[in-house]
């Protein structure tokens, strides 16, 4: 087989520089970037960087960009970037999107679906193209509790419109299947570097982590012992490129999961978290922060309801903040991967107790991200 | 040495004055809405209307209870001041010597009750806690043998012109007294739990911490004093609240998986929040209309500024 030439949406989110680098080593990449203000050499930079940083030996020679924005008609392509791409692109992966949870729902069809629809009529021109791969995420398995099969795709209530929104980009995926090579990808919740506990752009589950940190949690809905489906950023992006470049059957959906056995359960996560924060933060040890409990759905909902009725702004953004991902806790799933340990038999990931508390102190010396990592703060807390 | 310590008699006295939230609302003595406190279960508050009848609420409590229970002032070994709301200094003397800061209440309260055996003193600082203390100090000097009677008495009375309200709770002015006896059989406090957490002394900028913090630290304190009584929350044949929130308790209620109906509910509407009384006020009108079988388990549970979370469990 040829040396694939993979066009990548999404290079700089959180999972970008990880696959870059191991799309790279597999054949050359052009990463689709959007016009900003920003200068294009300088993103260029940054991504070169990033990808650089995550591993050194990575053949960036092998990297081209080209500008474009899913958000307009043809994704803004210039007829000759267009030409250039029909003609070399093996391969797509489609990685971009917008995994804000609180988007208004147009918001986030426009930045999921539309966009997807969009890179779609554009590689209809692509005359070589093997495969087509969308990154998604398990929660298009929205409000369904039990076992949750990869080719599964029922319409369901959600508990986001991020959810929903990727349920929908899937749903027009899967009609288009019988003329394009599309494979999904389901991502796990990633946590970060497994390796040096980066985490390149802060998601939901850190925005817990960090209200957690501030004392600000009083409860979380759920059951202690159902497992959270958590990941590395290096092996969900190994996993990912595999899949796209080495393994993919069209048609197929995958669970990129962990495992059984190797995440954490909700109540092992409270523990390690707590556990963190006291051996990471002196400071915050001495606050006597409790573990919050882990509740039933209508205690959660009588606090949010309550939180919401006081009408005491700080506290109801809280709230908000957290309800936005929380209640999924309560929707307890398994999630199958039988085509992802067909495809990749020898894949595996470490079990996230392995790398967590670097995570945590990458967290912690960042400061939620806001702050160079190496930099050591006067006190981690607040 | 084995003598039962317990609680023989207990009253209370709330302001003579009742006042609904709209009446408290139209006197801009409210922070929040009426409609809103009353979803929070709260509808009116007695107030002490006279400046005389704030000074004597404590008093007329205390003397309530001797008179009552037929108790001799003589036989009182110590008399515990305690309340919620820090007390205003005394002013100074009229030639601004300190001496003047030197008016305790519990002295006077001691002379006023003539309970010239007793030794005086007054627990403070705790918010709505400061009756888990009193009633903890009180049996320990009983169980030690270096007291009889023990006489706690309450007392929180609001300035006159303040909002009677704190963080969704609407208060009123009321005193409690509660006399702790040995030998006595019934109400019989058998584990206390205590947290104080130092972190959050600044309520007011750690408000919205203080609220998270609740929770949990709540379900833990209680079921760390069932469990140090040898018991589990489903032993339990009454819980007595504060009056603080009606939903607040409909929630830690759920945390404990405690059945609302074994809880005294409903006195916050009627009596609203008096502060340090409330568990005294509670505990009364519970043993009144739920009348437990004795030595039936009973939970106290109190949350204080400060920040102090306390329960006990009492032997009925």
């Not at chain 1, 629809?117 to 791969?133: H, I, K, P, T, Y």
């Not at chain 1, 985490?199 to 959270?228: E, F, N, S």
């Not at chain 2, 007392?155 to 909002?163: E, L, R």
């Amino acid at each position: 087989m040829t040396a694939s030439t993979v066009l990548l949406t999404g290079a700089t989110g959180t999972l970008g520089p990880a696959l870059l680098s191991h799309l790279l080593h597999a054949g050359s990449v052009v990463a689709l970037l959007r016009p900003r203000e920003e200068s294009a050499r300088r993103r260029r930079d940054a991504v070169l960087a990033a990808v650089q940083r995550v591993d050194p030996g990575a053949p960036v020679g092998r990297l081209g960009f080209v500008a474009g924005d899913l958000a307009v008609p043809g994704a803004g392509l210039g007829p000759d970037d267009l030409r250039r791409l029909a003609r070399d692109v093996t391969h797509v992966l489609h990685l971009a999107g917008d995994s804000r949870f609180s988007l208004p729902l147009p918001e986030a069809r426009r930045n999921n679906v539309h966009t997807t629809l969009e890179l779609l009529r554009v590689v209809e021109s692509f005359d070589r193209l093997r495969a087509f791969g969308f990154v998604s995420t398990l929660y298009v398995a929205g409000t369904r509790t039990g076992d949750i099969r990869e080719q599964d795709l029922a319409d369901t209530t959600f508990v986001n419109t991020y959810e929903r929104a990727k349920f929908e980009a899937e749903r027009a995926l899967r009609a288009r299947r019988t003329d394009l090579p599309i494979s999904v990808f389901r991502v796990a919740t990633l946590l970060g570097s497994a390796r040096t506990g980066e985490v390149r752009k802060p998601t939901a589950i850190h925005q817990a982590l960090r209200l957690y940190h501030r004392g600000l949690v009083p409860m979380i809905p759920g059951d202690p012992v159902q497992p959270l489906e958590l990941l590395d950023v290096e092996h969900a992006a190994e996993a990912v490129a595999r899949l796209l470049v080495e393994r993919s059957d069209a048609g197929s959906t995958y669970h990129v999961t962990a495992g059984p056995g190797e995440t954490f359960s909700l109540g092992e996560l409270i523990e390690e978290t707590h556990r963190g924060f006291g051996d990471l933060d002196p400071a915050w040890k001495e606050r006597g922060i409790e573990p919050p409990p882990v509740v039933r759905a209508r205690t959660y909902a009588l606090f949010e309801r309550t939180v919401e009725e006081s009408r005491d702004d700080a506290m109801v953004a809280v709230v908000r903040t957290m309800s936005t991902f929380l209640p999924q806790l309560i929707y307890p799933k398994r999630f199958a991967r039988i085509n992802m340990e067909a495809a990749l038999p020898d894949w595996r990931p470490p079990p996230v107790r392995e790398y967590f508390q670097r995570v945590l102190a990458y967290c912690l010396r960042s400061r939620w991200g806001r702050a160079p990592a190496g930099v050591e703060p006067a006190s981690l807390s607040r | 040495m084995d003598d039962p310590v317990g609680i023989r008699a207990l009253t209370y006295r709330l302001g003579s004055s009742e006042a609904t939230l709209e009446d408290l609302e139209a006197e801009g003595l409210l922070v929040s809405p009426a409609d809103l406190l009353r979803s929070f279960g709260f509808d009116r508050v007695r107030i002490a209307e006279s400046d005389e009848e704030r000074r004597s609420l404590a008093r007329v409590a205390a003397q309530n209870l001797l008179e009552d229970h037929d108790v001799d002032p003589l036989d009182i070994d110590v008399l515990i001041l305690f309340g919620g709301l820090p007390p205003e200094p005394a002013p100074p003397g009229e030639d601004g010597e300190l001496i003047g800061r030197f008016r305790y209440p519990v002295g006077r309260l001691q002379h006023e009750l003539g309970l010239n055996r007793a030794v005086a003193f007054a627990i403070g600082q705790q918010g709505c806690a400061a009756l888990i203390s009193a009633l903890r100090v009180a049996r320990s000097l009983l169980i030690a043998e270096e007291a009889r009677n023990v006489l706690c008495v309450g007392v929180d009375v609001v300035p006159p012109g303040a909002a009677r309200e704190v963080v969704y709770n609407v208060l009123s002015d009321g005193a409690c007294a509660a006399l702790v006896s040995r030998p006595w059989e019934r109400l019989r406090p058998v584990a206390f739990r205590q947290v104080t957490k130092g972190y959050y002394w600044d309520s007011p900028a750690r408000r919205d911490e203080i609220v998270a913090a609740y929770f949990p630290t709540a379900r833990n304190v209680i079921r760390e004093a069932v469990g140090a009584a040898g018991l589990t929350l489903d032993d339990l044949s009454l819980v007595v609240p504060d009056n603080v929130s009606a939903r607040s308790w409909e929630i830690l209620l759920d945390l404990l998986d405690v059945p609302e109906e074994r809880a005294f509910l409903g006195n916050a509407a009627r009596k609203g929040h008096s502060i340090s009384a409330d568990l005294v006020v509670n505990l009364k009108d519970a043993m009144e209309d739920r009348a437990p079988e004795p030595g039936a388990p009973v939970a106290l549970f109190t949350f204080g500024f400060g920040a102090n979370w306390g329960a006990a469990v009492l032997r009925a």
